[in-house]
């Protein structure tokens, strides 16, 4: 009997929910950014230094894989300030650090730092892989490439025995799940000329997710772009066709993401490992993807495309501006005490209104993201059937929760 490949999914962190979430959901690697290095510096809260400790003590401890992302241009005035990151990735047993800045990618590597190669580094062909790999044994390849260019690299890899610095084939790596960037492998302009801000700095305003009037240069004319935001393609989903896409080749699958909620990240990982392990058994069918599908929609999207894997030339643009989930979350209180021996959660109302039935989010640094359905609701004691803002109220739950964890009701 074969043994199964070996399918990663590294999951966005953007905060301490979003780790725990991502681990509940089965990643098994997540990447983050820390301080302004990154490419989602301005869009994601990011950790500090500090936080490494606490981020690689969590994760080693539910054998899940993290990487730093440093994968934004560096000056030469910054070269103190990231060698001291790297050499903070490494004290603290980081596992990889993602960049494209030959800076980063040399001293990473003169140190004995894992690298992975960084979409900004635009691998679109065979010969990029073989330049790469003497810094690095995981690259993920640019999303402009087809699935059918993305297996020709994987067979010549093999073909030609291309291996990484660890002695390994190349492993390649491919965004599954998340926004998508108008401009070839996210290298945008935008901003940097209409705020002085480069998205190739992390700080992008993303000015192409507006809508857009066309005038005429006498000022007489002015036609309202209608139906189609231009410049800011659908989220790619390749949930419907992951059996192709690691038929390609791929070892690793990557959900863009780190701006986005805890239950983005819990839902989307938790969607894609299920796909991932129904393709493995043989149980990937039509009937799950549409499951899979009602389920992703609930949750930040702009729409779904396949991106250009399936031989696109041209990209799907939205309908609307920001998401168009099925479902939203409203803020409606906070855990003030879990009994562990009752399994009842005390909550404070701090906003609207809750009822029995209600289904909910309950999240928190360690907690992670639970989804619960209110079975009950007490007040003083008395079971009501609907408690409001300003209410002391107990519910059970058989999950242990903290104190000053955020409740939220899901609406649709």
């Not at 241009?73 to 050499?87: A, G, P, Q, R, S």
């Not at 390994?168 to 209409?194: I, T």
């Not at 192409?208 to 790619?236: F, H, Q």
């Not at 479902?327 to 109302?349: C, D, P, S, W």
Request: aromatic share 8%; glycine share 8%; proline share 2%.
């Amino acid at each position: 009997m074969s043994k199964r490949p070996k399918i990663e999914i590294t999951a966005p962190v953007g905060s301490w929910e979003s780790l725990q979430a991502a681990i509940q959901a089965g990643a098994d690697s997540v990447y983050f950014g820390i301080g302004v290095m990154n490419m989602r510096a301005r869009s994601s809260v990011n950790f500090s230094l500090r936080d490494l400790v606490r981020i690689s003590r969590i994760c080693r401890k539910h054998g899940v894989k993290t990487y730093l992302t440093l994968n934004t241009v560096i000056f030469d005035n910054e070269m103190k300030e990231m060698k001291k990151l790297v050499d903070s990735a490494k004290k603290n047993r980081i596992d990889s650090i993602i960049a494209s800045d030959q800076a980063v990618i040399q001293y990473a590597r003169s140190v004995g730092m894992e690298v992975h190669m960084s979409t900004q580094t635009n691998i679109t062909n065979l010969e990029a892989v073989k330049y790469w790999s003497q810094f690095s044994g995981t690259m993920v390849t640019a999303r402009e490439l087809s699935l059918e260019q993305v297996a020709s690299i994987h067979r010549s890899v093999i073909r030609q025995k291309i291996k990484g610095p660890d002695g390994q084939l190349v492993k390649l790596e491919v965004f599954a799940h998340g926004a998508l960037c108008m401009a070839v492998s996210g290298k945008c302009y935008l901003s940097l000329d209409h705020y002085n801000v480069s998205a190739n700095r992390g700080g992008c305003y993303q000015t192409c997710r507006r809508p857009y009037k066309v005038t005429d240069a006498d000022g007489e004319i002015e036609l309202v772009v209608d139906n189609e935001y231009i410049m800011s393609p659908k989220d790619l989903c390749t949930i419907g066709f992951i059996d192709r896409i690691l038929a390609s080749g791929v070892s690793v699958l990557k959900i863009e993401g780190r701006g986005r909620s805890p239950e983005y990240v819990k839902t989307v990982v938790s969607c894609y490992r299920e796909a991932v392990d129904a393709v493995l058994d043989g149980t990937y069918s039509k009937d799950k993807v549409e499951g899979w599908m009602i389920t992703l929609k609930t949750v930040y999207n702009r729409g779904f495309w396949d991106g250009y894997y399936l031989g696109r030339k041209m990209g799907e643009w939205a309908g609307s501006h920001g998401s168009v989930a099925t479902t939203y979350k409203e803020y409606v209180g906070r855990i003030t005490n879990y009994f562990k021996k009752l399994k009842v959660a005390e909550l404070k109302m701090e906003s609207g209104a809750l009822c029995k039935g209600d289904r909910i989010y309950i999240q928190g640094p360690t907690t992670g993201v639970v989804e619960f359905t209110v079975p009950e609701i007490r007040v003083e004691l008395k079971e009501v059937k609907k408690t409001v803002k300003g209410e002391a109220c107990s519910v059970p739950i058989d999950i242990l929760l903290r104190r000053a964890d955020k409740v939220y009701k899901i609406n649709s």
